[in-house]
């Protein structure tokens, strides 16, 4: 009676793992590491959200809205790596268009950053704000065009690529640059250059994968979505810490 009972539960324990063994397989195949990717970076976007929104309050009341602004960017993309793995597990297809929409929100984000951070020691005009955002808008609006097959590929990157080299002119020489070097404020500098970095080398990412994806070949669909998908994480986490990280370098140096 004994051994019938425990061969009924072990049966019903097996059926159990196999059920959701194929529930899992339906979702997110246990090969599928572009899923696994997207998957992986959703869950760091939602704990870098908890952080910045948890750590806004630790820092110096000037720097709290940049760091409201680091776990804005987070969260949105935290929300529409939902909705890309769910396209990519369910379809196979690249989040096309999900990965533009977050993009299209997130970055204008990052470039109000540059303006913040600036703001949270001087006084700065607004048309640091404006400019970098019609960088982005172009640099973008050419991207989508190209890679959703509206206009050629070629001609989305050459205008996506003027784009960036416009922001990356105004955060090197422009207005903002100057203003970030001469402000005498450590942490700002710090963080200027580092956010800087990210923006020239973590960016850089992203126009390679087109090239190699849409102009050259060499990289195919699963690729390039993991490209993407690490220079998010590293883009937009990062991009976060460095801003948090100033700001903390700003509030201590003052508390002591
Ligand atoms: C959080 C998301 C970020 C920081 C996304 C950044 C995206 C880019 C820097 C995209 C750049 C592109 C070019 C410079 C040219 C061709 C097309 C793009 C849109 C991939």
Do not use: C
Request: glycine fraction near 12%.
């Amino acid at each position: 009676m004994k051994k019938l009972k425990l061969f009924a539960l072990a049966t019903v324990a097996l059926l159990g793992f196999s059920g959701a063994a194929n529930a899992e397989t339906v979702l997110l195949a246990s090969d599928d590491f572009v899923g696994i990717s997207f998957w992986v970076i959703s869950m760091g976007m939602l704990a870098a959200t908890a952080f910045f929104f948890m750590e806004r309050g630790s820092v110096a009341a000037g720097w709290r809205t940049s760091v409201t602004v680091a776990g804005l960017v987070t969260g949105i993309a935290f929300i529409h790596y939902m909705y890309m793995r769910g396209v990519w597990v369910q379809t196979g297809d690249s989040p096309t268009v999900y990965r533009y929409i977050d993009w299209l929100i997130t970055v204008p984000l990052q470039m109000i950053e540059f303006y913040l951070i600036l703001a949270a020691v001087k006084k700065v005009s607004g048309g640091i704000f404006w400019r970098l955002l019609i960088g982005s808008l172009v640099m973008l609006i050419g991207g989508y065009l190209g890679e959703a097959g509206y206009i050629p590929a070629m001609l989305g990157f050459v205008v996506g690529i003027a784009g960036w080299i416009y922001i990356l002119y105004e955060v090197f020489s422009g207005e903002a640059g100057k203003i970030a070097s001469k402000s005498g404020n450590k942490g700002l500098v710090t963080a200027f250059g580092a956010m800087r970095m990210i923006v020239t080398i973590g960016w850089a990412i992203y126009p390679l994968g087109y090239v190699f994806g849409y102009l050259t070949g060499g990289v195919d669909a699963n690729s390039l979505n993991v490209i993407y998908n690490l220079a998010d994480f590293l883009n937009k986490i990062a991009f976060g810490l460095v801003i948090w990280a100033a700001a903390m370098q700003n509030t201590s140096a003052r508390s002591r």
